[in-house]
C-alpha cells in the first residue's frame, strides 16, 4: 500500500521558514509526478508546488512563487517543501501528493495519492 507521511510542519512568525518532507513507500518518488497543496480552514484546496516526473520542471502558484522551493531527495525517497518568507495567509495544512501525471498545478489535490498532512501556522 502506498504511503505519503508529511512532517515538517509547526509554528512560527512572519518572516520565518520551514522545510516540509513527505516520506513515500511502495512507490519510487522520481517516477511520478509530485506535488504539495494546501488547504486552509473554510477555503478550498489550493496547488502549491508541482514537479514533474524525475524532478523535472517545476511549477507554483502564483502566492509561493519566489518564497517555496520543491525538491526531491532520491537517497531518502523524499519529496521536500522549502518555504522561506512565511506570512500569516500561507497558514493551512499541508499535504503531499503522488500521480501518474501532471495536468495542472490544480490538479495536484486530486492526485492519485495522498498523505495526511501536516498544519503550517504562521503568526503575524
Known amino acids: 500500500q502506498v504511503q505519503l507521511v508529511e512532517s515538517g510542519g509547526g509554528s512560527v512568525q512572519a518572516g520565518g521558514s520551514l522545510r516540509l518532507s513527505c516520506a513515500a513507500s511502495?512507490?519510487?518518488?522520481?517516477?511520478?509526478?509530485m506535488g504539495w497543496f494546501r488547504q486552509a480552514p473554510g477555503k478550498e484546496r489550493e496547488g502549491v508546488a508541482v514537479m514533474h516526473v524525475g524532478g523535472g520542471s517545476t511549477y507554483y502558484a502564483d502566492s509561493v512563487k519566489g518564497r517555496f522551493t520543491i525538491s526531491q531527495g532520491d537517497a531518502k525517497n523524499t519529496l521536500y517543501l522549502q518555504m522561506n518568507s512565511l506570512k500569516p495567509e500561507d497558514t493551512a495544512m499541508y499535504y503531499c501528493?503522488?500521480?501518474?501525471?501532471?495536468?495542472?498545478?490544480?490538479?495536484?489535490?486530486?492526485?492519485?495519492?495522498r498523505g495526511q498532512g501536516t498544519q503550517v501556522t504562521v503568526s503575524s
Open positions: 501528493a503522488a500521480g501518474w501525471f501532471c495536468p495542472s498545478l490544480r490538479a495536484v489535490a486530486d492526485f492519485t495519492w
Open positions: 511502495r512507490i519510487t518518488v522520481s517516477r511520478y509526478c
